[in-house]
């Protein structure tokens, strides 16, 4: 397990991740950036209200307030939406690792645009979703929340970057198989991504990170098994 994430840090330097991780993120930030100013724009530039009568302050204040709950909603959704959109680079960041680390394997074809975008989309509204769920947990729980985010979200990190590296090779349903008989070795490793995730700015690493480790990981239970 250990072995699989140092092997996939000292690759973080490989031009190949490095040019993933810059448009993974650039993406990201340009989409919450996006999303912040069309909120903007559809807020009016006075409002009106009874006894009142126009009020100009009232408009800012509300552009301000969107602004500050976009950049709350961004460590939030950072991370889901970045772990998107380096799906979308999947096969290239898997190609990496195998050509440096596993070259007696015969190359695979690239998953198909349309099942990489379902997959991804599937991704992204479970991450969501779950999180929204578990979010009344999170606050009832006080200084345990971090905790129940890591064991959360390590289910679903681990359940989902192995199952998109091994459907590579072995098909949806052996990558399901495979991922059965190894539950909980999947879920530490999923465990060991999510607690970087509570760490700003090194959170984004976290989905790129994920892929190689991943790839070490299923090359080593497949071997196995």
């Known amino acids: 397990m250990l072995n ?3 092997k996939a840090l000292g690759q973080m330097g490989d031009p190949k991740f490095r040019r993933i991780l810059l448009i993974g993120v650039g993406l990201t930030v340009a989409l919450l950036a996006g999303a912040t100013l069309g909120v903007q724009l559809l807020l009016p530039d006075t409002v009106s209200l009874p006894w009142f009568g126009e009020i100009d302050w009232l408009s800012s204040l509300l552009s301000g307030f969107v602004l500050i709950s976009m950049i709350g909603m961004s460590v939030f959704l950072m991370v889901p939406v970045a772990s ?5 680079f999947l096969d290239q960041v898997v190609d990496a690792v195998e050509a440096k680390h596993y070259t007696h394997l015969p190359a695979v074809p690239n998953v198909p645009i349309k099942d990489m975008l379902v997959d991804n989309l599937k991704f992204l509204g479970l991450i969501i979703v779950v999180n929204m769920l578990a ?3 999170y606050l009832l729980s006080t200084f345990l929340a971090p905790v129940i985010f890591w064991i959360v979200n390590g289910i679903l990190l681990g359940r989902e970057y ?3 590296v091994a459907m590579r090779r072995l098909g949806r349903k052996g990558a399901h198989e495979l991922r059965a008989k190894h539950r909980l070795t999947i879920w530490f490793a999923g465990f060991l991504m999510a607690v970087p995730l509570t760490i700003p700015f090194v959170n984004l690493f ?7 480790v991943f790839t070490h990981l299923f090359h080593k239970l497949n071997k196995r098994a």
Not at 84 to 88: D, L, Q, S
Not at 206 to 212: E, F, T
């Open 162 to 164: 192995f199952q998109m």
């Open 135 to 137: 979010l009344v947990i």
């Open 84 to 88: 998107v959109f380096t799906g979308f």
């Open 206 to 212: 976290i989905p790129l990170l994920g892929v190689a």
């Open 4 to 6: 699989a994430f140092f």
